[in-house]
């Protein structure tokens, strides 16, 4: 049966909307196609060169991304750090009820943010409508909390906080963490992502900025803007989510300055099995583990599994990996009607055609290196709209022994594909799990778990779990990672309050050149 477009979602229906929500954001239309304005210098302006954005739904246009040159950068950054000095001495009290109108228009506007997710990067309704919640709702617990959080005499930094996060979670990782960094007195100014989410970011904080905070959204090259935003003598803080490669590169031009920073970079997140016989319950996690064809983080893409249990591991494991649901986020077929379900999908496609061409590079070296293919999937029979573009898509993967030398062995492969690595002592165990230099979590599958706890102490993870997955986590939870997966101030409950102010005793807990210091997780 072909299949259909659920209705009233096409990709022209979502743009009015979008329109209709925030005209102010949106330029007129050149060739068919929208461009949108950038937030700087207090309002909404017609700046930049225009650069289509493509869907990796389809791979069709969306808008116009206006990139700004670094002088306009600057002029913007500039009125950032005029407006976080008035915004600053602005009471607690006016900060929470600003920030709370700002949440209450986002909730009103909630299923639009999240279908402009669905079409701009590729989630699935169910985990595009997740990533919106998630978002509001920690921001609430926030408004909740921060008094407590400000108390003995916290601040805000000398100047605005500069954000620069990556594609796959627009409003859970980035407008979250604004929102806090305004409650907590900060201006904020946001980079808009090059490969995802422009519009769902320009609808958020257009709405944002209509409840009075002082916010900026800019785009452009990150190569242009990076010495404007990171170096710029008026930056408070800065605040990066992102891959080693960019994120080494903000630390390297922070090196000689005292600016507070965050800086998120990826690990190779690994599940070890040892001595375990709970194999539905792993199976479990492991099914929830490809949502959004773990195009985050805190993903699992290596197992490290003792040699006895392989077999049992493996019976286990592969009739999961071939039940992963992938496809067009929004295919439906003739019975569909308005007021159905959308379709339940683990995901969709990569974030764009090139990444998945990498990653099916990356398997292919691996393969030819000597790594064992225990299973390829295929795109063949998954739902796709007839004659759509489907160059973003890759099916799941998992590889046995990959060889030390592929990039799969050490490094996140962001996709989804799985590698497993076989053991034979503790000892090897560890040093699997410990393969790229630092994580931002890790898990233990053991039956003996104070065994698993002993285990623990030697993983180079700021989270581990034992038998359970672990997350970045929500409210009072602390987030950060070890080794070269994360740079300055750890974030997260109180930590993210602590590290985008100023006051207070006691140093912050992260990762500096002169110290590390952990908290309880």
């Keep these: 049966m072909a299949l259909r477009l659920a209705d009233g979602t096409a990709w022209s229906d979502t743009l009015a909307r979008a329109v209709a929500a925030a005209p102010e954001a949106f330029g007129p239309e050149v060739d068919g196609v929208t461009t ?31 990139r700004l040159d670094a002088d306009t950068a600057r002029a913007a950054v500039a009125h950032a750090a005029t407006a976080h000095r008035d915004w600053a001495a602005t009471p607690l009290a006016e900060r929470k009820a600003r920030v709370g109108e700002a949440l209450d228009a986002l909730t009103a506007h909630r299923d639009l943010l999240a279908m402009l997710l669905v079409w701009e990067i590729g989630k699935p309704w169910r985990l595009a409508c997740a990533d919106v919640d998630r978002a509001l709702d920690g921001v609430r617990w926030y408004v909740e909390e921060i008094d407590r959080m400000l108390a003995g005499g916290r601040e805000a930094l000398p100047g605005p906080v500069s954000n620069i996060a990556s594609w796959n979670y627009p409003m859970s990782v980035l407008v ?50 990076s010495e404007v935003l990171v170096r710029a003598p008026e930056i408070g803080a800065v605040a990066f989510v992102g891959g080693r490669s960019n994120g080494g590169k903000v630390a390297a031009a922070l090196l000689d300055t005292d600016k507070r920073h965050f800086i998120e970079q990826e690990g190779l997140n690994a599940w070890g099995v040892w001595n375990f016989s709970q194999w539905d319950l792993l199976a479990a996690h ?63 496609p990569l974030i764009s055609g090139a990444k998945a061409d990498e990653l099916r590079r990356k398997v292919d070296e691996a393969v030819r290196g000597g790594a064992v ?43 989804p594909v799985d590698t497993i690595v076989v053991v034979d002592t503790t000892d090897e165990l560890l040093a699997a799990m ?88």
Excluded at 44 to 51: C, F, L, N, Y
Excluded at 384 to 410: E, K, N
Excluded at 497 to 507: E, F, I, K, Y
């Design 434 to 521: 410990n393969a790229s230099n630092g994580a931002l979590v890790a898990s233990l599958a053991c039956d003996d778990e104070e065994l698993a706890g002993k285990l623990a102490v030697d993983l180079q993870a700021f989270k581990v779990g034992i038998n359970k997955p672990r997350s970045r986590g929500d409210r009072e939870e602390p987030f950060g990672g070890r080794g070269a997966s994360w740079k300055g101030a750890f974030v997260g409950g109180d930590l993210l309050v602590q590290a985008v102010t100023q006051g207070g005793d006691g140093r912050l807990y992260g990762n500096f050149p002169d110290y590390s210091s952990y908290p309880a997780t």
């Design 373 to 415: 293919p225990l299973h390829r999937g295929k795109l063949d029979g998954a739902p796709f709209l007839d004659g759509q573009d489907t160059s973003a898509y890759v099916a799941p993967a998992v590889l046995l022994a990959p060889p030390g030398r592929s990039r799969l062995m050490h490094a996140e492969p962001f996709g």
């Design 176 to 225: 979250h963490a604004e929102l806090v960094q305004l409650l907590a007195g900060n201006a904020v100014i946001a980079k808009t992502p090059s490969q995802g989410g422009a519009v769902c970011l320009t609808v958020a904080h257009a709405l944002m900025r209509r409840a009075g905070l002082p916010a900026t959204l800019l785009s452009g090259s990150g190569e242009e803007l």
């Design 36 to 66: 949108l304005h950038n937030l700087v210098s207090g309002q909404w302006q017609a700046v930049g060169t225009p650069s289509a954005v493509r869907t990796p739904v389809d791979n069709t246009v969306l808008v116009n991304l206006p």
């Design 286 to 348: 492991l099914k929830k583990g490809f949502e959004y064809g773990k195009q985050r983080c805190t993903a699992y893409p290596r197992f490290v599994v003792q040699r006895d249990l392989v077999d049992e591991f493996l019976d286990m494991y592969l009739p999961v990996v071939r039940s992963v649901r992938f496809g067009h986020p929004l295919a439906v077929d003739e019975t569909w009607q308005a007021g159905d379900p959308l379709p339940e999908l683990d995901f969709g």
